[in-house]
C-alpha cells in the first residue's frame, strides 16, 4: 500500500509540475502578446501625431506661399516630427525584439 501512496504522490507531483510549467509558459506569451498591442497602439498615436505635425507643417507652407512671405517659427513642428519618429523607429525596434 505505501508504494502505491508513494507512486501516486510522485505521479501528482510530477502532474502539477508539468501543469504549474505549462502555466507559466502561457502567462509569459499572454504577457509578450500585450507588450505586443501595448507597442503597437503607441505607435499608432505617435503616427498619429505625427501626420498631425505634417498637416500643420503644409498649411503653414501654403499659407507662406499664399501671402508671398517666407515660412517662420516652425522650429516646434520640425522638432514634433523629429521626436516621434525617433519615437516610431525605437518601437519598432523594441516590438522586434519581442
Do not use: C, F, W
Not at 74 to 93: G, Q, R, S
Amino acid at each position: 500500500m505505501d508504494d502505491l501512496q508513494k507512486q501516486i504522490e510522485e505521479l501528482l507531483g510530477k502532474t502539477a509540475k508539468a501543469v504549474n510549467e505549462s502555466v507559466n509558459y502561457v502567462a509569459n506569451k499572454v504577457d509578450i502578446e500585450k507588450n505586443k498591442i501595448d507597442i503597437k497602439s503607441q505607435i499608432g498615436y505617435h503616427e498619429r501625431t505625427l501626420r498631425k505635425a505634417y498637416t500643420r507643417l503644409g498649411e503653414a507652407y501654403y499659407q507662406s506661399l499664399e501671402a508671398g512671405v517666407p515660412m517662420v517659427n516652425n522650429e516646434d513642428l520640425l522638432e514634433v516630427i523629429k521626436t516621434n519618429k525617433k519615437v516610431i523607429h525605437l518601437l519598432e525596434e523594441q516590438l522586434k525584439n519581442l
